[in-house]
């Protein structure tokens, strides 16, 4: 199973990425740690991404492409793999489908969670306040102005990738706001292609909580496209809808 999952930071992803890599026997790989490890390395990748890791820039596409070609050759990614950090733009998007392409892989479906900014805020500002009643020490993402700067960042370079994968009809959307094992469910129902209203019964089911658990949510973002994940049909006609969207989008 090949997915991308997307989201803001602090909606949840590495949570559910961890928990699809042990249902699925697949790998989870992240762009920050592969180029951070390129680094360490001294590769010729490593050299170039160096520098503009540590100004907190996005290194050139071509170099997180290569490394993410790399690392889908490696023999533990064969069963399929999450990507995190990648794509985290459009064009990154348009390079992985080429990328996939020429190897003759396609992506299974691009999972969106969906969350409110502001909550988000509120929920990390308390958990902040908490820790610090109880003399804990802090994350060194628990700050509210970082926090911010980061959704912002997400907002505008990466959350258009939430419409590409649409075009595409290879995105899930999934509420992420919802329970954690409610989310997990809406995950697992929106990758079997279950209809939103079937998945959101599941979703009130799996709540640890009757109130919040029954905001569950899992929709197929493809609108027309409700098939099942996995079809390779379904996606090489996603393919040529997105080189539609492109020509749209010029
Ligand atoms: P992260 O751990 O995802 O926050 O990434 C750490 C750094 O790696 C970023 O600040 C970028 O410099 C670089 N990086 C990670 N993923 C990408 C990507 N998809 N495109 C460009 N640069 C990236």
Redesign the pocket.
């Known amino acids: 199973m090949r997915l991308i999952l997307l989201g803001p930071p602090g909606a949840g992803k590495g949570t559910q990425a961890q928990r699809l890599v042990q249902k699925h026997g697949i790998v989870q790989l992240?762009?920050?740690?592969l180029?951070?490890a390129a680094v360490k390395a001294g590769t010729a990748v490593g050299l170039r991404?160096k520098d503009?890791?540590e100004?907190?820039?996005?290194?050139?596409?071509d170099?997180?492409v290569t490394i993410v070609s790399d690392r889908i050759e490696q023999p533990d990614a064969r069963k399929g793999f999450i990507l995190?950090?990648?794509?985290?733009?459009v064009p990154?998007a348009v390079a992985l489908d080429r990328m996939l392409k020429q190897k003759g892989l396609a992506l299974d479906a691009v999972i969106e969670l969906k969350v409110d900014g502001a909550i988000l805020q509120q929920r990390i500002a308390s958990r902040i306040a908490q820790a610090q009643a109880r003399g804990e020490p802090l994350r060194s993402d628990d700050d509210p102005e970082v926090l911010k700067r980061r959704i912002g960042a997400y907002r505008e370079q990466t959350a258009p990738l939430v419409d590409y994968y649409r075009w595409q009809g290879s995105l899930k959307s999934v509420d992420g706001m919802a329970p954690i094992p409610a989310v997990a469910t809406a995950i697992d129902r929106a990758l079997r292609g279950v209809p939103a209203s079937a998945a959101k019964k599941a979703a009130k089911k799996a709540k640890p909580v009757k109130a919040k658990a029954a905001k569950g949510k899992a929709t197929t973002g493809g609108g027309k496209r409700t098939a099942g994940v996995g079809s390779r049909t379904r996606t090489i006609a996603g393919h040529k809808a997105a080189a539609g969207a492109r020509r749209v989008r010029g």
């Open positions: 992240s762009t920050g740690d180029l951070r991404a503009m890791m100004r907190g820039e996005l290194v050139p596409d170099v997180v995190d950090g990648f794509p985290r733009t990154q």
